[in-house]
């Protein structure tokens, strides 16, 4: 894998290529060149966005806390934005890159000198994309190596490799993102999901390029599993084989032996995986495959396929038998989904400790809707009513300068700060027949203000309006530990009897199940403003977002860097 390079003698601290893959340590420089570029896949060819003419794009390797930064250039058609997505960019929230919240998007023909600030995080994260429905094809893996002396929970892996999951269009990812809009309806469902921009054997004009790993027996290897889809949580695992969960999100966990993950768009997830399964005939099959729960929904009912090869001897001889696929839950099987994300547990040791919040100052309820609005009357697409969602009951609605600049220097109209803390309309969220009148949200940009260093806990409640289903929910600039889960309505007074304070995950994104609930808690200690959005794209394009503004502490370093230079205008 190759990376277009610009590189500074006096910003290098340390710089190694390794297997044809930037290695750095410190600080290093990286250019991103967004450009459109022909790729065939089920047998058509269509022209994508991609970084350095690659799909999935580079993966960037760096140690824990390095700072480095990458030069984006858009040498596209399209404006764009890259989101480095986990990552908490402390103090910095000018690099962290969704459209209209932190800066414009990055006109055709204009470049942008993005810093990332890397802190506490240590594992697997990714980059992508973060305007219109471009992370489709614009995406890519932030591999976080220990720091130099000290070493993984567990024993060193014989080999790393990101296995990223993603969605296929035959179709524009432009013209699906604008016949969406048009529409009000849900958009078409994908043609393929994919494993590394490859959906697999079992899908024509792929056999040549599907992926493979290739595996010696009684060795031990990391993945390090990324859900960069766009519309949907999805299940994967390997025939035959178990998988070890070893981290989320960058921070790692209690070892948990398990058959499948069930992983939502943002989230990573690393696994250990022992190659201990006898030699012979047959290679094994990595497959990914939906989790959809929405009632009435439609869904890409198709399975997107990797090998598992064994090495055998010197010759490598390529098995004749069929590979074996695994057993993967149901599409629908909402157990499985929320079971899953319900086992991890943090590390929780001496070297890696938690920090939960257990006094709160700041206790917030907000609720995530899929809603209905009336069509414009000028609209000749739309059937009478269209699809939108909220949070709180207020769809969020982006404005035409972005959040950051007009907060920094006090720009007045851009946005409100009377997001409430609380639904502001009370009743069965969950129940199985609601009244119409529930339907219609109210719309604006409005913002919730948080005093720097105040304790969060922040319950979020799925509602059945519409449609119920799961919502993977990511917070920027944070990362958060998830102290409780559960179905139906949250209860105030009873579930938090039951909440993990001990060594509950630390994540950035979190799944709350259908029709029910998901707590979070975290200290607010990095000032900034910061998106708050649902990861299904459809969703967020619907108003399922909302911004966080911390504000500054008392002292400078408890207070926001200045703005880079070269921000881009709107």
């Not at 910095?92 to 890159?97: A, H, L, R, T, V």
């Not at 055709?108 to 489709?136: C, M, N, V, Y």
């Not at 949907?232 to 999100?249: R, S």
């Not at 959040?403 to 609380?422: E, M, Q, R």
Request: aromatic share 12%; hydrophobic share 35%; with cysteine.
């Amino acid at each position: 894998m190759s990376l277009i390079m610009k590189i500074s003698v006096l910003q290098i601290l340390a710089l190694c290529i390794l297997d044809g893959v930037l290695h750095c340590q410190g600080w290093a420089r990286h250019t991103f060149v967004v450009q459109e570029t022909p790729y065939a896949r089920l047998c058509s060819t269509k022209n994508i966005l991609t970084v350095n003419g690659q799909f999935p794009g580079p993966t960037l390797h760096v140690n824990k806390g390095d700072t480095i930064v990458v030069e984006v250039h858009n040498k596209a058609n399209y404006n764009i934005t890259i989101h480095w997505h986990g990552v908490k960019q402390p103090r910095y929230p000018w690099s962290d890159g969704p459209e209209y919240i932190t800066q414009c998007p990055i006109r055709p023909g204009q470049k942008f000198r993005q810093k990332i600030k890397l802190s506490s995080e240590e594992g697997t994260l990714w980059w992508h994309a973060h305007s219109d429905w471009s992370r489709a094809t614009v995406y890519g893996a932030i591999v976080i190596h220990p720091k130099n002396g000290t070493s993984y929970p567990f024993p060193k892996p014989h080999a790393e490799v990101p296995i990223i999951l993603g969605e296929w269009w035959k179709k524009g990812i432009t013209e699906l993102y604008n016949e969406f809009r048009e529409s009000g309806q849900d958009p078409s469902v994908s043609d393929a999901y994919t494993i590394n921009g490859q959906p697999g054997d079992q899908y024509p004009c792929s056999k040549s390029e599907t992926f493979k790993f290739r595996v010696d027996y009684g060795k031990t290897y990391l993945l390090r599993i990324i859900n960069a889809a766009l519309q949907d949580i999805l299940f994967f695992g390997i025939a035959k084989h178990k998988l070890t969960v070893v981290g989320t999100d960058a921070s790692y966990t209690k070892p948990l032996k398990t058959d499948y993950i069930a992983i939502s768009p943002g989230q990573t997830i690393d696994v250990l995986l022992e190659a201990n399964q006898p030699l012979g005939d047959h290679d094994y099959y990595m497959a990914a495959k939906v989790y959809s729960s929405a009632n009435g929904v439609e869904y890409d009912n198709t399975t997107a396929t990797a090998l598992l090869h064994y090495n055998v001897g010197n010759d490598n001889i390529n098995p004749s038998s069929t590979p074996y696929l695994p057993n993967l839950p149901s599409y629908n099987d909402t157990n499985a989904s929320a079971n899953f994300t319900g086992s991890l547990r943090s590390l929780a040791d001496d070297d890696h400790p938690v920090h939960v919040p257990l006094n709160i100052s700041t206790p917030l309820i907000f609720t995530a809707s899929v809603n209905i609005f009336a069509c414009a009357s000028n609209s000749t697409s739309c059937n009478g009513t269209r699809l939108a969602a909220s949070m709180n009951n207020i769809s969020f609605q982006l404005p035409s300068t972005d959040i950051l600049s007009a907060y920094y220097y006090h720009i007045g109209g851009v946005y409100g700060d009377k997001f409430p803390s609380v639904p502001p309309l009370k009743f069965n969220f969950t129940a199985d027949v609601l009244p119409a009148y529930l339907l219609t949200p109210k719309t604006g940009t409005e913002v919730k203000v948080i005093e720097y260093n105040s304790t969060v806990e922040l319950v979020l409640q799925g509602t059945n309006l519409a449609a119920g289903t799961d919502h993977p929910m990511h917070i920027h600039g944070y990362s958060f530990y998830v102290v409780g889960w559960g179905f139906g309505n949250f209860d105030k007074d009873k579930d938090p009897l039951g909440y993990n304070l001990v060594d509950p995950p630390l994540q950035n994104t979190i799944a709350v199940p259908k029709n029910g609930w998901a707590a979070i808690r975290f200290k607010a200690n990095n000032p900034g403003v910061w998106f708050m959005h649902c990861h299904l794209e459809r969703h967020l394009s619907w108003g399922m977002d909302m911004t966080f503004i911390v504000k500054n502490g008392d002292h400078s370093d408890a207070q926001m860097l200045p703005p880079p230079p070269d921000m881009p205008r709107c």
